[in-house]
């Protein structure tokens, strides 16, 4: 059987674009660092930490003096000015920020709060909290 050399860079052609296709599927990776395009009702649950004294005064990604009396936080990927409700999943404690830094790059954490936000859900001498983060707006 003849099959001509067109049907065959078809074929390929076709195998190629399906492959590129299915790359492009959501692999779930909640580490990336593109901003999340729809925003609205976004939930996640992993680590929240809190900043070092160290930062205070510096500027954020946003252009925003850190203040560790204001309740703001980074995030990997929300865009700047999101308001976003916290949630200490160990005492149903939560408080609401505004996202205006970028981080944290620690694997398993989601946020990092300023540490008047982060003490008004839990112990700072705990370092790290298990929550619930959810956009408001």
Do not use: W
């Not at 190629?16 to 901003?35: F, H, M, Q, R």
């Not at 252009?63 to 999101?82: E, M």
Request: hydrophobic share 35%.
């Amino acid at each position: 059987m003849f099959v001509p050399k067109i049907a065959i860079r078809h074929c390929i052609l076709l195998f190629v674009c399906l492959l590129t296709v299915g790359g492009c599927a959501n692999s779930g990776n909640t580490t990336s660092t593109k901003p999340v395009l729809s925003y609205k009702h976004h939930s996640e649950y992993g680590k929240a930490s809190y900043y070092a004294n160290k930062y205070q005064g510096r500027k954020t990604a946003s252009g925003q003096h850190f203040d560790q009396n204001k309740p703001t936080a980074a995030h990997r990927t929300l865009p700047f000015g999101t308001k976003v409700k916290v949630t200490n999943l160990a005492n149903s404690k939560s408080v609401v920020v505004t996202v205006n830094d970028r981080g944290p790059f620690t694997k398993g954490r989601v946020i990092d709060l300023s540490r008047s936000a982060f003490s008004a859900i839990g112990n700072t001498a705990s370092g790290v909290l298990k929550v619930k983060v959810e956009t408001l707006n």
